[in-house]
C-alpha cells in the first residue's frame, strides 16, 4: 500500500519515507543576567563598604545615634562620592546642594537630642544624598513635576532588586585570586556549624578553655547582633553603589495616563473653596460689629482664648489643602505642560487662602508663646507650618511659571529646616526662652517638669532654678533635678529611717562612662554631666537633703505617664 494513499490523520513521519522525524521544539532554559564585570576599584570600593556596615552598626545604630552615627554617615558619603566620580560628569547646582546639605544635616545627632527631629533628619538625608549620588552617576532627572519622585523612587527599588546580581558579581570572575577567594569564604562558612559544635564540646571537657571562652566571648550576643545587622546593610549599599555606576538609566518618558478629568478635579476644589469663602466671611465677625452676631451667645473676645483655638486644625487644613494642591499638579489634564485656566484659577484661590491659614495660624502661637512659654511641640509645629508656607508658594509659582518644581524645593526647604532645629537644638532653646522668660517676668509660671522632660537640655535650667528665690520653684526644681541624677548616674539605693530611699552621692557613677568612646558623644548630654559633676561637688549632700522632693517629682511623672 502506498503510504500516499493514507488518510492525512494517519500520516506520519515512520509511514512517509524520506520524511525527517518532528521534535518538540526547544524550549530555551531562563538564564540568569550577567554579573557585573568588576574591575579592582570595584572590588576595593566593596571591601571599604562592608568595613563601613560594621562601624555603621557598631559606632552608629549601637552608639545611640550620636557623634558615632554622623562619622559613620560622612564616611559612607565619602565612599560612595569617590566611587561615583566621574572627570566631565557635569553637575547640576541642586544636586550640589543637596549633597551639601546632607552632609550639614548629619550634624544634628551631635547637637540635639530630640527623636523626632533625628528621625525626620535620617529621611531627609537619605533622600538628598541620593539625589547627589544619582548626580554623580548620571542618572538624570526628568524634566517633569513628577521626575525627582520617580528618580528616587525607581532607585531605592531598582537598587534592592540588585542584590542578588551584585553578591554573584564579587565571587564570579576568571581572575584565579578571585576563585580562590571565594573558595576560602565558602570553606569558612560551611565550618562554621561545626566549629560552634566543637567549641562546646572543647568548653564542656576544660575548665580553663571555658573560663578564656567565656572572657573572648563574653558579650557575644551583643557582638553577633551587630554583626547581623552589619550583613543586612552591606548588601543594600553594595547594589546600591553597583546599580548606580553601571546599570543603564532606564528613566523612560511616560505619555500612556493623559490625566483626570479637569470638570471632576474643579467640582473638588470648587466645593473646599465654597468652604473657605464661607470661612473667611465668619471672620468679619471679629473687626466689624455689624458682624457680631456671628459669633455665640456670651462669646467674650480674649487673646488667650484666640491663641490657644484652632492652632493644629488650621495646620490639618493647611496639609490637606497642600496634598491636594499637588496632586492636582501632577494628575490633571494639561495642555503644554500648563492647567487649564478655571484650575488655575482654583488652585490660585486655595494657595492664596492656605498662605493666609499659616499666618493666622502663626500669629496664633507667637501670642500663646508669649503667654505660656515655648515647649518643643510648639516649635516643631511653626517650623511645619514654615516649611508649607515654602511650598505652597512654590505651587503658585508653579502655576504660572513651567520651570519651578516643587518637590525639590520641598526636599531642600526640609532639610534646611531640621538642620535649623538640630543644630541650633530646639530643645535647648526651649529650656533657654522658658527660663529667661521667667526671670525676665515675661511668663507668671515655669513648669519644672516639662523641663526635666526635655531630658539633657533642661538640667542646666533645673540647676540654675534650685536658686530660685520663689521657694517653691526651688523646691520643684530640686526634686525633678533628683530625678534627672537617677536618670543620669549608677547608684545605689539605701532605706534611711522612717524616709524611703537615700541616693549617696559617694556611690553615684556616670551611666555614660563610655563617653571616652567618641560614638556615644554629644554635646548635650556632656554639658549635662559637666554641669551636674560641679553641682554636686559642690553640694555634697545635696540628694540626701532633698528625699522628700524627690518623691513629690517621682509622683508627678507618674501622674503624667501613667
Known amino acids: 500500500m502506498n503510504p500516499n494513499d493514507l488518510p492525512s490523520e494517519e500520516k506520519t513521519p515512520e509511514t512517509i519515507p524520506n520524511t525527517p522525524p518532528v521534535y518538540a521544539p526547544y524550549q530555551q532554559k531562563s538564564v540568569r543576567p550577567a554579573p557585573y564585570a568588576l574591575d579592582r576599584s570595584d572590588r576595593i570600593f566593596a571591601a571599604v563598604l562592608l568595613v563601613l556596615s560594621i562601624f555603621s552598626v557598631s559606632a552608629g545604630v549601637w552608639g545611640g545615634f550620636a557623634a558615632g552615627f554622623t562619622a559613620a554617615f560622612i564616611l559612607v558619603f565619602s565612599a560612595f562620592t569617590f566611587y561615583l566620580a566621574r572627570k566631565g560628569t557635569p553637575l547640576g547646582f541642586y544636586p550640589i546642594l543637596c549633597g551639601v546639605l546632607s552632609v550639614v544635616l548629619s550634624a544634628v545627632f551631635v547637637t540635639t537630642s530630640d527623636l523626632l527631629v533625628r528621625f525626620c533628619s535620617v529621611i531627609v538625608m537619605a533622600l538628598t ?17 513628577s521626575g525627582l519622585a520617580e528618580r528616587l523612587i525607581n532607585q531605592y527599588f531598582k537598587s534592592l532588586s540588585r542584590i542578588p546580581k551584585s553578591l554573584r558579581s564579587l565571587f564570579v570572575s576568571d581572575d584565579p585570586r578571585v576563585k580562590k577567594t571565594s573558595a576560602i569564604l565558602l570553606g569558612i562558612a560551611c565550618a562554621s556549624p561545626l566549629l560552634c559544635a566543637v567549641i562546646t564540646l572543647l568548653m564542656r571537657s576544660d575548665a ?12 557575644v550576643g551583643n557582638t553577633a547582633a551587630q554583626i547581623i545587622l552589619a550583613l543586612l546593610l552591606f548588601p543594600c549599599f553594595l547594589s546600591f553603589g553597583f546599580y548606580t555606576k553601571k546599570d543603564e ?14 470638570a471632576f478635579i474643579a467640582s473638588f476644589i470648587g466645593l473646599l473653596s ?8 465668619s471672620q468679619l465677625a471679629y473687626f466689624f460689629s455689624a458682624f457680631s452676631g456671628i459669633l455665640p451667645d456670651g462669646y467674650a473676645f480674649s487673646y488667650a482664648d484666640y491663641a490657644r483655638r484652632g492652632f493644629f486644625e488650621l495646620c490639618g487644613i493647611a496639609a490637606i489643602n497642600m496634598a491636594v494642591q499637588y496632586l492636582t499638579l501632577l494628575l490633571s ?36 508663646i508669649r503667654r505660656y512659654g515655648v515647649t518643643v511641640l510648639r516649635l516643631g509645629t511653626s517650623s511645619f507650618m514654615i516649611f508649607m508656607a515654602v511650598v505652597f508658594i512654590a505651587m503658585l509659582l508653579r502655576l504660572y511659571l513651567r520651570r519651578v518644581r516643587v518637590l525639590p524645593v ?31 517676668g515675661k511668663i507668671k509660671k515655669i513648669d519644672t517638669d516639662y523641663l526635666r522632660q526635655l531630658g539633657d537640655e533642661g538640667v542646666p535650667y533645673l540647676i540654675k532654678l534650685t536658686r530660685c528665690k520663689d521657694s517653691e520653684v526651688a523646691s520643684r526644681a530640686c526634686g525633678e533635678l533628683c530625678l534627672e541624677v537617677e536618670r543620669l548616674y549608677k ?22 562612662k563610655e563617653f571616652g568612646a567618641a560614638s556615644n558623644f554629644n554635646i548635650p548630654r556632656q554639658k549635662a554631666y559637666e554641669q551636674l559633676d560641679d553641682f554636686l561637688s559642690k553640694n555634697k549632700t545635696f540628694l540626701k537633703d532633698h528625699v522628700e522632693e524627690r518623691m513629690q517629682a517621682f509622683d508627678t511623672a507618674n501622674d503624667i505617664y501613667y
Not at 345 to 352: A, E, M, N, S
Not at 420 to 437: D, E, K, P, T
Open 491 to 512: 547608684g545605689e539605693y539605701r532605706e534611711v529611717g522612717s524616709k524611703e530611699y537615700e541616693f549617696p552621692l559617694e556611690y553615684l557613677i556616670p551611666k555614660e
Open 249 to 262: 538609566d532606564e528613566t523612560k518618558e511616560r505619555h500612556a495616563f493623559k490625566g483626570i478629568d479637569t
Open 274 to 281: 465654597v468652604s473657605y469663602i464661607a470661612y473667611l466671611f
Open 410 to 440: 520641598a526636599l531642600a526647604t526640609a532639610a534646611v529646616i531640621l538642620s535649623v532645629l538640630g543644630i541650633g537644638n530646639i530643645r535647648h532653646f526651649a529650656a533657654q526662652y522658658n527660663y529667661n522668660a521667667y526671670e525676665s
Open 208 to 219: 580553663a578553655f571555658e573560663g578564656l571562652i567565656r572572657h573572648i566571648f563574653s558579650d
Open 129 to 145: 544624598s541620593t539625589v547627589w549620588f544619582c548626580a554623580l552617576g548620571e542618572k538624570n532627572i526628568p524634566d517633569r513635576e
Open 333 to 368: 489634564r494639561k495642555k503644554d505642560e500648563k492647567l487649564p485656566v478655571i484650575l488655575r484659577v482654583l488652585c490660585t484661590f486655595v494657595g492664596v487662602f492656605t498662605l493666609l491659614l499659616i499666618a493666622t495660624a502663626i500669629a496664633k502661637m507667637v501670642l500663646y
